[in-house]
């Protein structure tokens, strides 16, 4: 049997689909709803290292609306170089209802000179520079009911960053006035997940989503977000989404393989496991430890109709790679790796 042909055929028919979903997506944008979040801020003028807890005493406290420096009572009054520079504590307590399917966002447009940020006393981030804008993901975070987002705010006038040590070149008192604390508006959104449409989709049309597992392509990427067990979360919350791990999850084996023996939903590839032009033989003598573990994670999951060949063609030659995949999966198990299973999960 020829598998290169039929390979080919099938990469072509999957090429044609994904175009497809990729032009259908773009009308099937999620619900993304953007609030004025400036209303009902607190402020007090000096360090409060506990004011990040949600259950800090903040009733005191001056009631403000964004955007407003702390300090802007200032203006015109005394000399820029005179303005009051310290520390300074924002709070705001704010609710949403309804969180299951959600995701929050918020963007502050500018924080000066640098920033602190805390949700119902979880650290979000640090922000430098004081004219640029900044947004976190509260969603993890989050939870029905009362909650509680605190900045702390600096505006020394000889703030240095504290990954360099180094000034602004802009803060000088000679030309730049120093607003402090939160001057510019900040806005609040929430959205569906970001990939729901996706799956909603993919559960009408009857395809399978196919998500990148494993060793990431460049190093800007975060690992955490290519893990296995995140395709665990979810295939858990959508059982009646097919999904396909690319990669068995290379180089997380163990992981990967537990993720598709567990969850009845989760196919996978082997494709991108391999680059170039391969010579398999001496590959092997070289790295027989690697093969041996991905031949056992493979025969752990004892569910070859779950497996798919693949190459992630051109970067890896074909024929060398088929010969690759014909030494991991038993001779018997041939005909559904290289193409009953992809022509079945793929509906071609």
């Given at each position: 049997m020829n598998y290169s042909n039929k390979n080919m055929k099938s990469n072509f028919y999957l090429l044609?689909?994904?175009?497809?979903?990729?032009?259908?997506?773009?009308?099937?944008?999620?619900?993304?709803?953007?609030?004025?979040?400036?209303?009902?801020?607190?402020?007090?003028?000096?360090?409060?290292?506990?004011?990040?807890?949600?259950?800090?005493?903040?009733?005191?406290?001056?009631?403000?609306?964004?955007?407003?420096?702390?300090?802007?009572d200032e203006a015109f009054r005394i000399s820029i170089e005179q303005h009051t520079d310290t520390v300074v504590w924002y709070r705001k307590h704010f609710r949403i209802e309804e969180l299951r399917g959600k995701k929050v966002f918020v963007e502050f447009e500018g924080v000066r000179q640098g920033g602190e940020f805390f949700l119902n006393g979880q650290y979000l981030g640090l922000h430098e520079n004081g004219v640029m804008a900044v947004g976190f993901d509260l969603t993890p975070y989050m939870k029905e009911g009362d909650n509680v987002l605190a900045v702390r705010t600096d505006n020394n006038w000889f703030y240095r960053e504290k990954r360099t040590n180094s000034k602004f070149q802009w803060s000088d008192?000679?030309?730049?006035?120093?607003?402090?604390?939160?001057?510019?508006?900040?806005?609040?959104?929430?959205?569906?997940?970001?990939?729901?449409?996706?799956?909603?989709?993919?559960?009408?049309?009857?395809?399978?989503?196919?998500?990148?597992?494993?060793?990431?392509?460049?190093?800007?990427?975060?690992?955490?977000?290519?893990?296995?067990?995140?395709?665990?979360?979810?295939?858990?919350?959508?059982?009646?989404?097919?999904?396909?791990?690319?990669?068995?999850?290379?180089?997380?084996?163990?992981?990967?393989?537990?993720?598709?023996?567990?969850?009845?939903?989760?196919?996978?590839?082997?494709?991108?496991?391999?680059?170039?032009?391969?010579?398999?033989?001496?590959?092997?003598?070289?790295?027989?430890?690697?093969?041996?573990?991905?031949?056992?994670?493979?025969?752990?999951?004892?569910?070859?109709e779950k497996f798919m060949f693949g190459t992630d063609w051109p970067l890896a030659n074909y024929g060398d790679y088929i010969g690759v995949v014909k030494w991991l999966i038993p001779e018997k198990e041939w005909e559904k790796v290289f193409y009953e299973n992809a022509k079945r999960i793929y509906g071609f």
């Open positions: 044609t689909f994904l175009l497809i979903i990729f032009f259908t997506i773009n009308g099937y944008a999620a619900e993304r709803k953007k609030y004025n979040f400036n209303s009902e801020w607190r402020l007090q003028v000096g360090d409060f290292p506990q004011a990040k807890k949600p259950d800090f005493k903040d009733s005191s406290w001056k009631q403000v609306t964004l955007p407003h420096a702390f300090n802007e008192r000679n030309f730049n006035a120093n607003y402090g604390g939160i001057p510019k508006n900040v806005f609040l959104y929430v959205t569906d997940e970001v990939y729901e449409p996706v799956y909603e989709l993919a559960k009408a049309y009857n395809k399978p989503v196919a998500i990148h597992m494993g060793q990431t392509a460049g190093s800007r990427a975060y690992l955490k977000y290519s893990h296995p067990l995140t395709l665990d979360e979810a295939a858990v919350r959508h059982p009646d989404v097919t999904f396909v791990m690319c990669h068995f999850g290379n180089p997380w084996l163990m992981d990967a393989a537990a993720v598709v023996e567990k969850n009845e939903n989760v196919m996978t590839d082997l494709s991108g496991l391999l680059e170039g032009k391969i010579d398999f033989p001496k590959l092997l003598e070289q790295q027989r430890g690697y093969f041996d573990t991905l031949k056992t994670w493979i025969s752990y999951c004892s569910q070859y």
